[in-house]
């Protein structure tokens, strides 16, 4: 039901009757020429090995400043979840029985991001420590029975974190609640895009999008999802396209079913963070190619054919487009 009423709304807006239309004409051919992801990942092993950003260009004064800001940010943030062994606070998150799976899937990625022990090249062993005891968190509130003997316990008595979980999972939980969203996301919110694309397709043939291209571009994020479960670069690169994307949902959650022109918009997004995702892989793969085999002429592996990198591209400047107007 919904995806018909997302459906009608955007033909709607999208209507050539409404005077939108998205030609593709010598403007937006300059744009996809032109075209540039805005969106940065970085690289955890290029990171641990070197103070350089991920950036061919020395750093000026204000962007070394702002590095210095958010090091000392994650320092803070990595103190404050030591010093604290009440889980909901070493998430973040507050002790309410409306604490959902999707808030705690988007407070543990937001912790797990910044303190994750890649990131930080000294005040490693406490980072671990913290990164750690966010999985044991994670682990305790995203099970109903654990999360209900926790807080039956006494509060007066002393709550020894790392005793009730082993450590050495952190990485499996880390990976485990990646994956847990873009398969969530694969089951859910891709037929709402197929939609979106359909209705993109339908009034602005000379995209050539076609049924056989929106097969394409949602059959590549079927293929990211199994790279992800074995490249362990991959889980960094969708890790903030992701956390992204549940900021998205969580927004789409509280609006009104009948809010069309709102859920039409944050479909806009959704649909626009979803096709980030190759370009975010290709560059992760890139940066690391570059780390292990510098110099080296051999091609990285490519994500996206140039057929379809051009395609995901003008679908990417036409969705911007309509966002502007929403």
Request: hydrophobic residues 40%; glycine residues 4%.
């Amino acid at each position: 039901m919904f995806s018909y009423a997302l459906a009608t709304g955007i033909s709607e807006i999208i209507s050539p009757t409404n005077l939108f239309h998205l030609p593709v004409d010598e403007e937006e051919d300059k744009d996809i020429e032109d075209y540039q992801r805005k969106y940065l990942t970085w690289s955890p092993k290029q990171l641990s090995e070197s103070s350089k950003p991920l950036s061919f260009d020395e750093p000026d004064l204000y962007t070394r400043s702002l590095w210095s800001h958010a090091e000392e940010e994650r320092n803070q943030t990595v103190d404050a979840i030591l010093q604290n062994d009440d889980l909901y606070e070493v998430l973040g998150v507050e002790k309410s029985k409306a604490l959902d799976k999707l808030t705690l899937r988007r407070a543990y990625l937001g912790r797990s991001k910044a303190c994750h022990p890649d990131k930080f090249l000294a005040n490693k062993t406490n980072a671990t420590l913290a990164f750690q005891k966010i999985a044991v968190a994670y682990d305790i509130l995203s099970k109903p029975q654990s999360r209900r003997l926790y807080d039956c316990r006494s509060p007066y008595a002393k709550y020894d974190v790392f005793a009730t979980r082993p450590t050495g999972h952190a990485e499996e939980t880390f990976q485990s609640v990646v994956i847990g969203v873009f398969n969530d996301f694969l089951d859910g919110d891709l037929e709402v895009i197929r939609t979106l694309l359909k209705a993109i397709s339908d009034f602005n043939p000379s995209l050539t999008l076609g049924d056989d291209g929106i097969n394409s571009v949602l059959t590549i994020l079927h293929t990211i999802r199994e790279r992800a479960l074995t490249c362990r670069t991959c889980i960094f690169a969708l890790l903030s396209e992701l956390s992204r994307l549940l900021e998205v949902q969580q927004e789409m959650r509280r609006l009104s079913y009948l809010d069309i022109f709102g859920r039409s918009r944050l479909t806009i997004q959704l649909t626009r963070i979803t096709l980030s995702l190759p370009f975010a892989l290709e560059k992760a793969l890139e940066e690391q190619h570059s780390i292990y085999s510098p110099g080296s002429n051999e091609k990285t592996v490519t994500i996206l054919p140039k057929h379809m990198n051009i395609l995901i591209r003008s679908i990417d400047v036409a969705l911007a487009r309509m966002e502007r107007v929403l």
